[in-house]
């Protein structure tokens, strides 16, 4: 985070002061919200996530407890953005209560230009230490205890794939829209494998310059070109005896395919600078929300690469076609936050978990994760109503489903369950809700393969 380019919340019911403060940060280079009023607040710190908040004590113009503030603050404290009282001048008291109660600092009204500007600079610059340091944590910390939840047909039966295929050193290549899990997956297959206590490395291709490519997966010398200032480990050494994690295998570049057949094929590579070949035992997992055979159709993906990568595809459904996992997940990810933001524990009304299963989930598992972390933020009772979880209702389920002949669309229902259950019947049936002959029946009606 720039300093300069920070977001910041100005928080005040009085128009006058909400313009003045407007009118000098944006001259020093920073983004503007403004919120008159307490719910506001809430909302705007929930969704826009400023960096900073400059929030005034008394929001109805009839009181001074300072009362407003104190409340709204214990909240946002839960939001972990910093927040600079503002306060009447002479109630130092008032300050010194917020200060206890959470907030970074306090100014007086009316304030000085300078001292509010320096205040403001110090507690964006902490807070972008604390993110570093936090960052760093993450890394370090040991992440292989992810929860895995899987309840529907779809993915138990992808549950029952994986524990044959991981042992195996097949690659494996993952399809799904994003959001679905592709990454996690990818994980839980190593972790699966007999490669698990080696490591497992990822790597998310459409995050590397085309110009580094090489070098972030085969590792280069010192000197072999002109920015290469020491040796670099490459991604296939880093990986040796473990799992490679390829994301986003569609923005590989062209150019770059054959040298990774290479690798594939034989095993072996060459560091770049250096004439020596190396060899590598990894295990290739990929993954794309891309259509790799339209890449390769449109020549933007080579053909023998795809056959080398897809040994094994793994085609995870949508979470709008995952109804069963809905709720489980939620409960998850209410279980994590509420543990993160120390709040009691909550649990989703009924009205809640019905809206959940209409909405589509363009965004998947993480729009539900973000969906959830937002309503806990929210939550005022022990209970998350449908209201709290803030969804649109652009997005629900009945909206989609257009109107076609209902034979039409009893064949596609019947064709989407047996994709999504990889042909088995009596998964499919129940994703269906339906008997097992009353399945088959159906099958032979339309003429949809099977095996029996
Ligand atoms: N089966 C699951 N059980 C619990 N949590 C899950 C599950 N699948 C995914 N998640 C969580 O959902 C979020 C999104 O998952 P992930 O990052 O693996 O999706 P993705 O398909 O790789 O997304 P992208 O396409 O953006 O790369 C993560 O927080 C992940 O931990
Ligand atoms: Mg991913």
Redesign the pocket.
Known sequence: MNSNKATILVADDDDDIRLALELLLMAEGYQIIEADNAKDVMIKATHQQPDLILLDMNFSRDTTSGQEGLDILSQLKLHNIPVILMTAWGSIELAVKGLQQGANDFIEKPWNKLKLLNIIKQQLSFSRIKDEHQGYRQLLAQEDN?????ESAS?LAIEQLIKQIAPTDANVLIL?E????????AERIHQLSSRQSSPFIAVNMAAIPESLFESELFGHQKGAFTDAKQNRVGRFQLANQGSLFF?EIGSLPLSLQPKLLRVLEAGQYEVLGSSQTQTTNVRLIS?T?ADLNQLVAEKEFRQDLLYRLNTLVITIPPLRERLEDIQA?AE?FIVQFCAKYHKARLSLSQDAIDKLKRHRWPGN??EL?HTIERAVLLAVSNKISAQQLLLDIADTVSNALELQPLEQAERQLIEKAMTVTFGQVIEAAKLLDISRNALYRRLEKFGIKYES
């Open positions: 992810k929860p895995w939840v899987c993915m799904g994003n959001g679905t899990g592709k990454s996690l997956l994301d993954a929300n997940l998850n598992i993480r994760s």
